[in-house]
């Protein structure tokens, strides 16, 4: 498969996806609902504000990363268009393939976006509490991207995972399907597991990233490898139940 092929396949997830998105009415009313919260929440308890601890939401993130590629699996069962997706003149390992990028995109743009908006919450919320200088607001922006490319190195295998999930609960290995839930939850989980503290307060000492993980700076690149290496195989895994136990 050629790459404007691949790329064709990718597009096509997303302009599936945002018109499914478009036909509920109601998306818009949430984000504009979740905006008026956080800014009345930075109103009312701008005092007592932490700005670090507005990362604490980012260890969700993994999990929607998994619920984002499985929801992309098994919407052309949903949406009774699985038939004609199988049967697609494309190698199944391409249509996997496509819905895997569009998920890892997809993350990677929450994740951008929640990334600049904790920057403009923090910052409305400084200018709130009288003490808002650059300074402050460049340190937590050095300080956040560290965090959310740590988050980041997990939205392949996570991506990985959700897409092989649901590739399982659509085939002839469906009872599986809860154990790799339970997976999933400790998996989603996995952030905790590098962490000195749980406490995000170390994040402050951004400077030296040693203070804040178990594993050494130097040692995220194995760490990334590994998660190369192990999304490759989640990923080869579904494409071989697409190609032998799941149907249409």
Known sequence: M????????????????????????????????????????????ADNLDPYGVMFMSFGFPYITFVIAFGIVIREWKNGTAGWWLTLPYPRRSLIL????????????????????????VAYALILKGNFDFHSL?????????????????????????TLTGVVSRSRLKPLTPMLWIVYGFSGNSLFWILKSPHLNKLQLAQNPNEIFIVQSHEFGWIALGIILLSGILISAATVLMNKQVEG
């Open 2 to 45: 050629n790459t404007s092929t691949f790329l064709f396949l990718v597009k096509d997830e997303f302009r599936r996806r945002n018109s499914a998105k478009h036909s509920n009415k109601w998306w818009m009313f949430y984000v504009a609902a979740g905006i008026l919260i956080g800014l009345i929440f930075a109103a009312v308890f």
């Open 138 to 162: 460049t340190a937590f922006m050095q300080t956040s991207a560290i965090w959310y490319g740590v988050i980041m190195m997990v939205i392949p295998f996570m991506a990985a995972f959700g």
């Open 98 to 121: 496509s819905k895997y990028a569009a998920s890892i995109c997809t993350a990677v743009i929450m994740h951008i976006i929640f990334w600049v908006g904790a920057q403009l919450f």
